[in-house]
Nanobody
Framework: QVQLVESGGGLVQAGGSLRLSCAAS????????MGWFRQAPGKEREFVAA????????LDADSVRGRFTISRDNAKNMVYLQMNSLKPEDTAVYYC?????????????????WGQGTQVNVSS
């Protein structure tokens, strides 16, 4: 079973930066896409960013494009999210996940389970 452990969240002022990390275990993930998602209070979980298995192709949500950067380290089964120029509307619990199809990451349909996430709070 896939296990996902997110870390790196915290409280930051608007305009600040955070780097989230996600450790994946349970299988070899080098052939899988990986992604980040977030859920704000009272809202549904939404797609943030995804990266394909080789790490050469990425996709970002419109709301974070130009501010967030996703990357991965296949040797360590890790995926990262560098978040710059944070805004109060970025406040949410951030989750990572892995899936067999990069094209399906935005729909969140390939996931069997989720980790506990990491809380990001951005103050104005």
């Amino acid at each position: 079973q896939v296990q996902l452990v997110e870390s790196g969240g915290g409280l930051v002022q608007a305009g600040g930066s955070l780097r989230l990390s996600c450790a994946a275990s349970g299988r070899t993930f080098s052939g899988y896409a990986m992604g980040w998602f977030r859920q704000a209070p009272g809202k549904e979980r939404e797609f943030v960013a995804a990266i394909n298995s080789s790490g050469k192709i990425t996709l970002d949500a419109d709301s974070v494009r130009g501010r967030f950067t996703i990357s991965r380290d296949n040797a360590k089964n890790m995926v990262y999210l560098q978040m710059n120029s944070l805004k109060p509307e970025d406040t949410a619990v951030y989750y990572c996940n892995v899936g067999p199809r990069f094209a399906s990451m935005t729909t969140q349909t390939d996931f069997d389970s989720w980790g506990q996430g990491t809380q990001v709070n951005v103050s104005s």
